[in-house]
């Protein structure tokens, strides 16, 4: 130690107090270090306590908040489902309705077109039923018109000597009133058999009655015109005498 330019030498007491005293300093200095390394453990202690805190705070979170939302999704999943069930049920009952709605429908096309088609048989039947009855009825007019004819024929042939029959004029007169008659009678118009035969009022006209006791009552005496029928229904009636 110098002190004034002059060394001063410590003596051996003096070099114990200053080692005590550098001692000291130093567990002081230790001390000191020592109390700042734990405050300094304590405080990263307590930062991981507290993190470790928060973090079971957010886990504890985490998992509340997972389980709202498992609740909120189950129900939001029970409503959604419930109007499903209810859309499903009244879309059942709508497909039910159609369908019954529809057999109605097919029913009632059913009955139309029977009803229809009943309608369109009769029409078919009445028709043809006309058409015959016009076809009959224009027939009947036309050999009404034919039979004055005819009558003629008869009369003019009746007249004929057994010398005019002979004739090529007479001959050809009796072809043609046989081809006349020949497609008459293709045309189912049949002549109606009066002479002797018993009195029909449906196929007879009596226009003459005589006393004759050789014939029976209600007998046709004499034929004095002919009648005709045309497919079974008479077009004209036999004029004839009758017996009382």
Known sequence: MKKDGKEVRKMPADKEKDKAKN????????KEKAEDVTEETAEETAA????????????????????????????NKEKSEAPKKEKKGLFGKAKDNEKEKLKEQVS???DKLL????EFENFRKRSEKEKDSMYENGARSVIEKLLPVVDNFERGMGT????????????????????????LDKMDVK?????GKEF???????????????LGENVVVEELQKGYTYRG???????VKVAN
């Open 200 to 214: 029909d009022p449906n196929l007879h006209n009596a226009v003459m009655h005589v006393d004759d006791e050789s």
């Open 23 to 30: 001692k000291e300093e130093e567990q002081k200095a230790g």
């Open 108 to 110: 009632e096309l059913n």
């Open 233 to 239: 229904t008479v077009v004209r009636h036999s004029m």
């Open 115 to 118: 009803r229809q088609m009943a």
């Open 160 to 183: 004929l000597t057994d010398e005019d029959k002979e004739t090529a004029f007479a001959k050809g007169m009796e072809m043609i009133y046989k081809q006349l008659m020949e497609e």
């Open 191 to 195: 002549p109606i058999d009066a002479a």
């Open 48 to 75: 991981e306590e507290q993190e470790s805190a928060e973090g079971s705070k957010e886990e504890d979170t985490e998992q509340e908040s997972g389980t709202e939302e498992a609740e909120n999704k189950a129900e």
